[in-house]
């Protein structure tokens, strides 16, 4: 019985060069396909049979990187089944490392082909900068720390996906006690994050442990390909063309100067609404005037369902987007024991189809969550045309332009899910929480750079560094007896450990994606067709070009931050007054 909530679903192209019946899990079935490409490269007698070779490697890449996909998706779905567990493993610790040299020796043939130089430069100018980065980056000796890289952050999902509490009776996981934090009874609050707190605690070691060896491996990769520490080796390897350090300094310190006092300004009003002398960390989440909780939905079927509706009132496109992924069963929304934390969506590559996943459990930020990661669906679908893999993923910075302009535009129908004062409050929280994330964006990704310029600190100096970053963007929480919980909170940041240097791409995108939002105030179908033209982009254009094609511009600093943070403080004032 397959683990995969999907059957079968076929190429969206019939393969021309890879065969049907191919063993993807093989290498020693695999590895000829390699040799017929490298042998293929020298005998091309024109430009055209040189793109034809690409496209062919392409397939190969696509097929490959699906069965990736599958294996994984498979592993977070079902974390305690071993024979999913296996499955992956064996794709990491045997086909990745067989692959790495082999997807290294083709780079350089088309870096070295006497043909590269005539194919048609607007089309193949990004493909050809990334190729180039992809030989330069690589190195035989590294692909063992690599997989080795891939094996811890295996543990640190397992050991995630594993913890659970027992409260009032009842085993549950970490993230189904995320809705006692909605709860109008502070002590009930008080109790389940305490519980889950303490639950993390317990397992500090082994999160810091994985972490200690992350740390030593990532220097070695950026040691051995010629980098002084891993901030300039992620740099590279995340492709970051269009912007350095120096512009991230720059983008926390925006976010110190004009969203830190908004951010203090929505954590005093809740402080007054709720009557309490001081906000604890388990204040942030409730309703400030101690309403029920939103309770958007009861099952994932109906989040599915009037998540639908939403798509349908949006735009016939998006509607069909998602319905056709309900008919290919390429959702996995419920949380369950055993089912890795987080939310994500994977694009199969040769299906060219996403699936999503996630968590929920009837929260308004599982709402949140689902229009978030269709964001991310509704991009690879615009894609799907395009033959050459590398143009269907765009940039992480615009891919989450993508999820993050979706929470918005979605956010003006959550009537769907409420009654109008409730929709009024869905709104609030979300806005809230866009002024909310900020700090926390930059509190993850300077952090990072903190770490990584310091890669043999010890787990005190971390901890020390860690607490000065909450200092300057932790806000007005007092954390009094909780001091152990907040000199970890960072162990539940998967990004951290699993995705190094992947964070402020969120700030960045939610910058652009509130340029969307803007401009759909002004004129919405004249916004989200912009948008759809960027996503149709997919990664074929630099950076600041798919902003643009979007309606947004490419820019993170100051000038940038205080007029999108102030729009949204507006629309709070706003919401606030229709109470």
């Excluded at 970051?240 to 983008?251: H, L, Q, T, V």
């Excluded at 970053?469 to 152990?484: A, K, L, Q, T, V």
Aim: net charge negative.
């Amino acid at each position: 019985m397959s683990l995969l909530p999907f059957g079968e679903l076929p190429p969206f192209r019939p393969r021309r060069f890879v065969p049907a019946t191919l063993a993807l899990g093989d290498w020693e079935a695999v590895a000829p396909f390699f040799d017929q490409l490298e042998a293929r490269a020298a005998g091309c007698t024109a430009v055209a049979d040189l793109e034809q070779w690409l496209l062919d490697a392409g397939e190969l890449s696509a097929a490959l990187d699906e069965e990736r996909a599958r294996r994984y998706i498979a592993k977070t779905c079902h974390t305690d089944n071993s024979e999913a567990e296996k499955a992956y493993l064996h794709f990491v610790e045997v086909i990745d490392p067989a692959l790495k040299p082999r997807q290294f020796a083709m780079a350089e043939l088309f870096l070295k082909h006497p043909f590269r130089s005539q194919l048609p430069r607007a089309k193949y100018e990004v493909f050809d900068r990334a190729t180039a980065l992809q030989s330069e980056l690589y190195r035989p000796e590294n692909i063992p720390l690599e997989t080795e890289e891939a094996k811890v952050g295996n543990e640190y999902n397992k050991l995630s996906g594993s913890l659970t509490v027992e409260f009032r009776g009842e085993e549950k996981t970490l993230v189904a006690m995320g809705r006692f934090q909605e709860e109008p009874d502070r002590a009930v609050r008080e109790e389940a994050w305490k519980l889950v707190a303490d639950r993390r605690v317990r397992e500090a070691d082994r999160f810091d442990a994985f972490f200690d060896e992350l740390i030593r491996i990532r220097h070695q990769i950026a040691r051995n390909a010629g980098f002084p520490d891993y901030v300039a080796y992620a740099y590279r390897m995340r492709g970051r063309f269009d912007y350095g350090p120096e512009d991230c300094r720059k983008f926390h310190d925006a976010i110190e100067t004009e969203v830190m006092p908004i951010f203090r300004k929505l954590q005093a009003q809740r402080r007054q609404k709720l009557g309490v002398e001081r906000l604890r960390p388990w204040d942030t989440q409730v309703d400030p005037l101690n309403r029920p909780p939103l309770r958007p939905f009861s099952t994932s079927a109906e989040m599915e369902t009037g998540v639908q509706t939403v798509f349908d009132r949006m735009n016939p496109q998006l509607a069909a987007g998602f319905r056709g992924m309900r008919e290919k069963r390429l959702l996995d929304l419920d949380n369950r024991k055993g089912k890795a934390p987080g939310g994500y969506q994977y694009t199969l590559n040769e299906a060219r189809l996403p699936f999503i996943f996630m968590n929920s459990v009837g929260l308004q930020r599982d709402l949140e969550t689902i229009l978030h990661e269709a964001g991310h669906a509704f991009h690879a679908l615009a894609c799907r045309e395009e033959d050459l893999p590398l143009y269907r993923e765009a940039p992480i910075e615009f891919c989450e332009v993508a999820s993050m302009a979706m929470e918005l535009l979605g956010a003006e129908h959550l009537d769907v899910f409420y009654t109008p004062a409730d929709a009024l409050r869905a709104r609030t929280v979300h806005l809230e929480g866009v002024i909310g994330v900020f700090p926390w964006i930059a509190t993850i990704d300077a952090f990072q750079h903190w770490i990584y310029s310091h890669p043999n600190h010890t787990r005190d100096e971390r901890r020390a560094a860690w607490l000065a970053i909450m200092d300057r963007f932790g806000g007005d929480i007092d954390w009094s007896g909780c001091e152990s919980a907040r000199a970890t909170l960072w162990h539940k940041q998967l990004h951290v450990f699993l995705y190094p240097f992947y964070y402020v791409e969120y700030g960045i995108a939610q910058l652009g994606a509130l340029q969307v939002w803007v401009n759909a105030q002004k004129d919405p179908v004249r916004a989200l067709a912009d948008y759809q033209a960027g996503l149709a982009l997919g990664g074929s254009r630099p950076l600041p070009e798919l902003f643009a094609k979007a309606g947004c511009r490419f820019d993170f600093g100051r000038d940038t931050v205080r007029p999108l943070v102030v729009r949204v403080s507006d629309e709070l004032h706003r919401l606030a007054l229709q109470v």
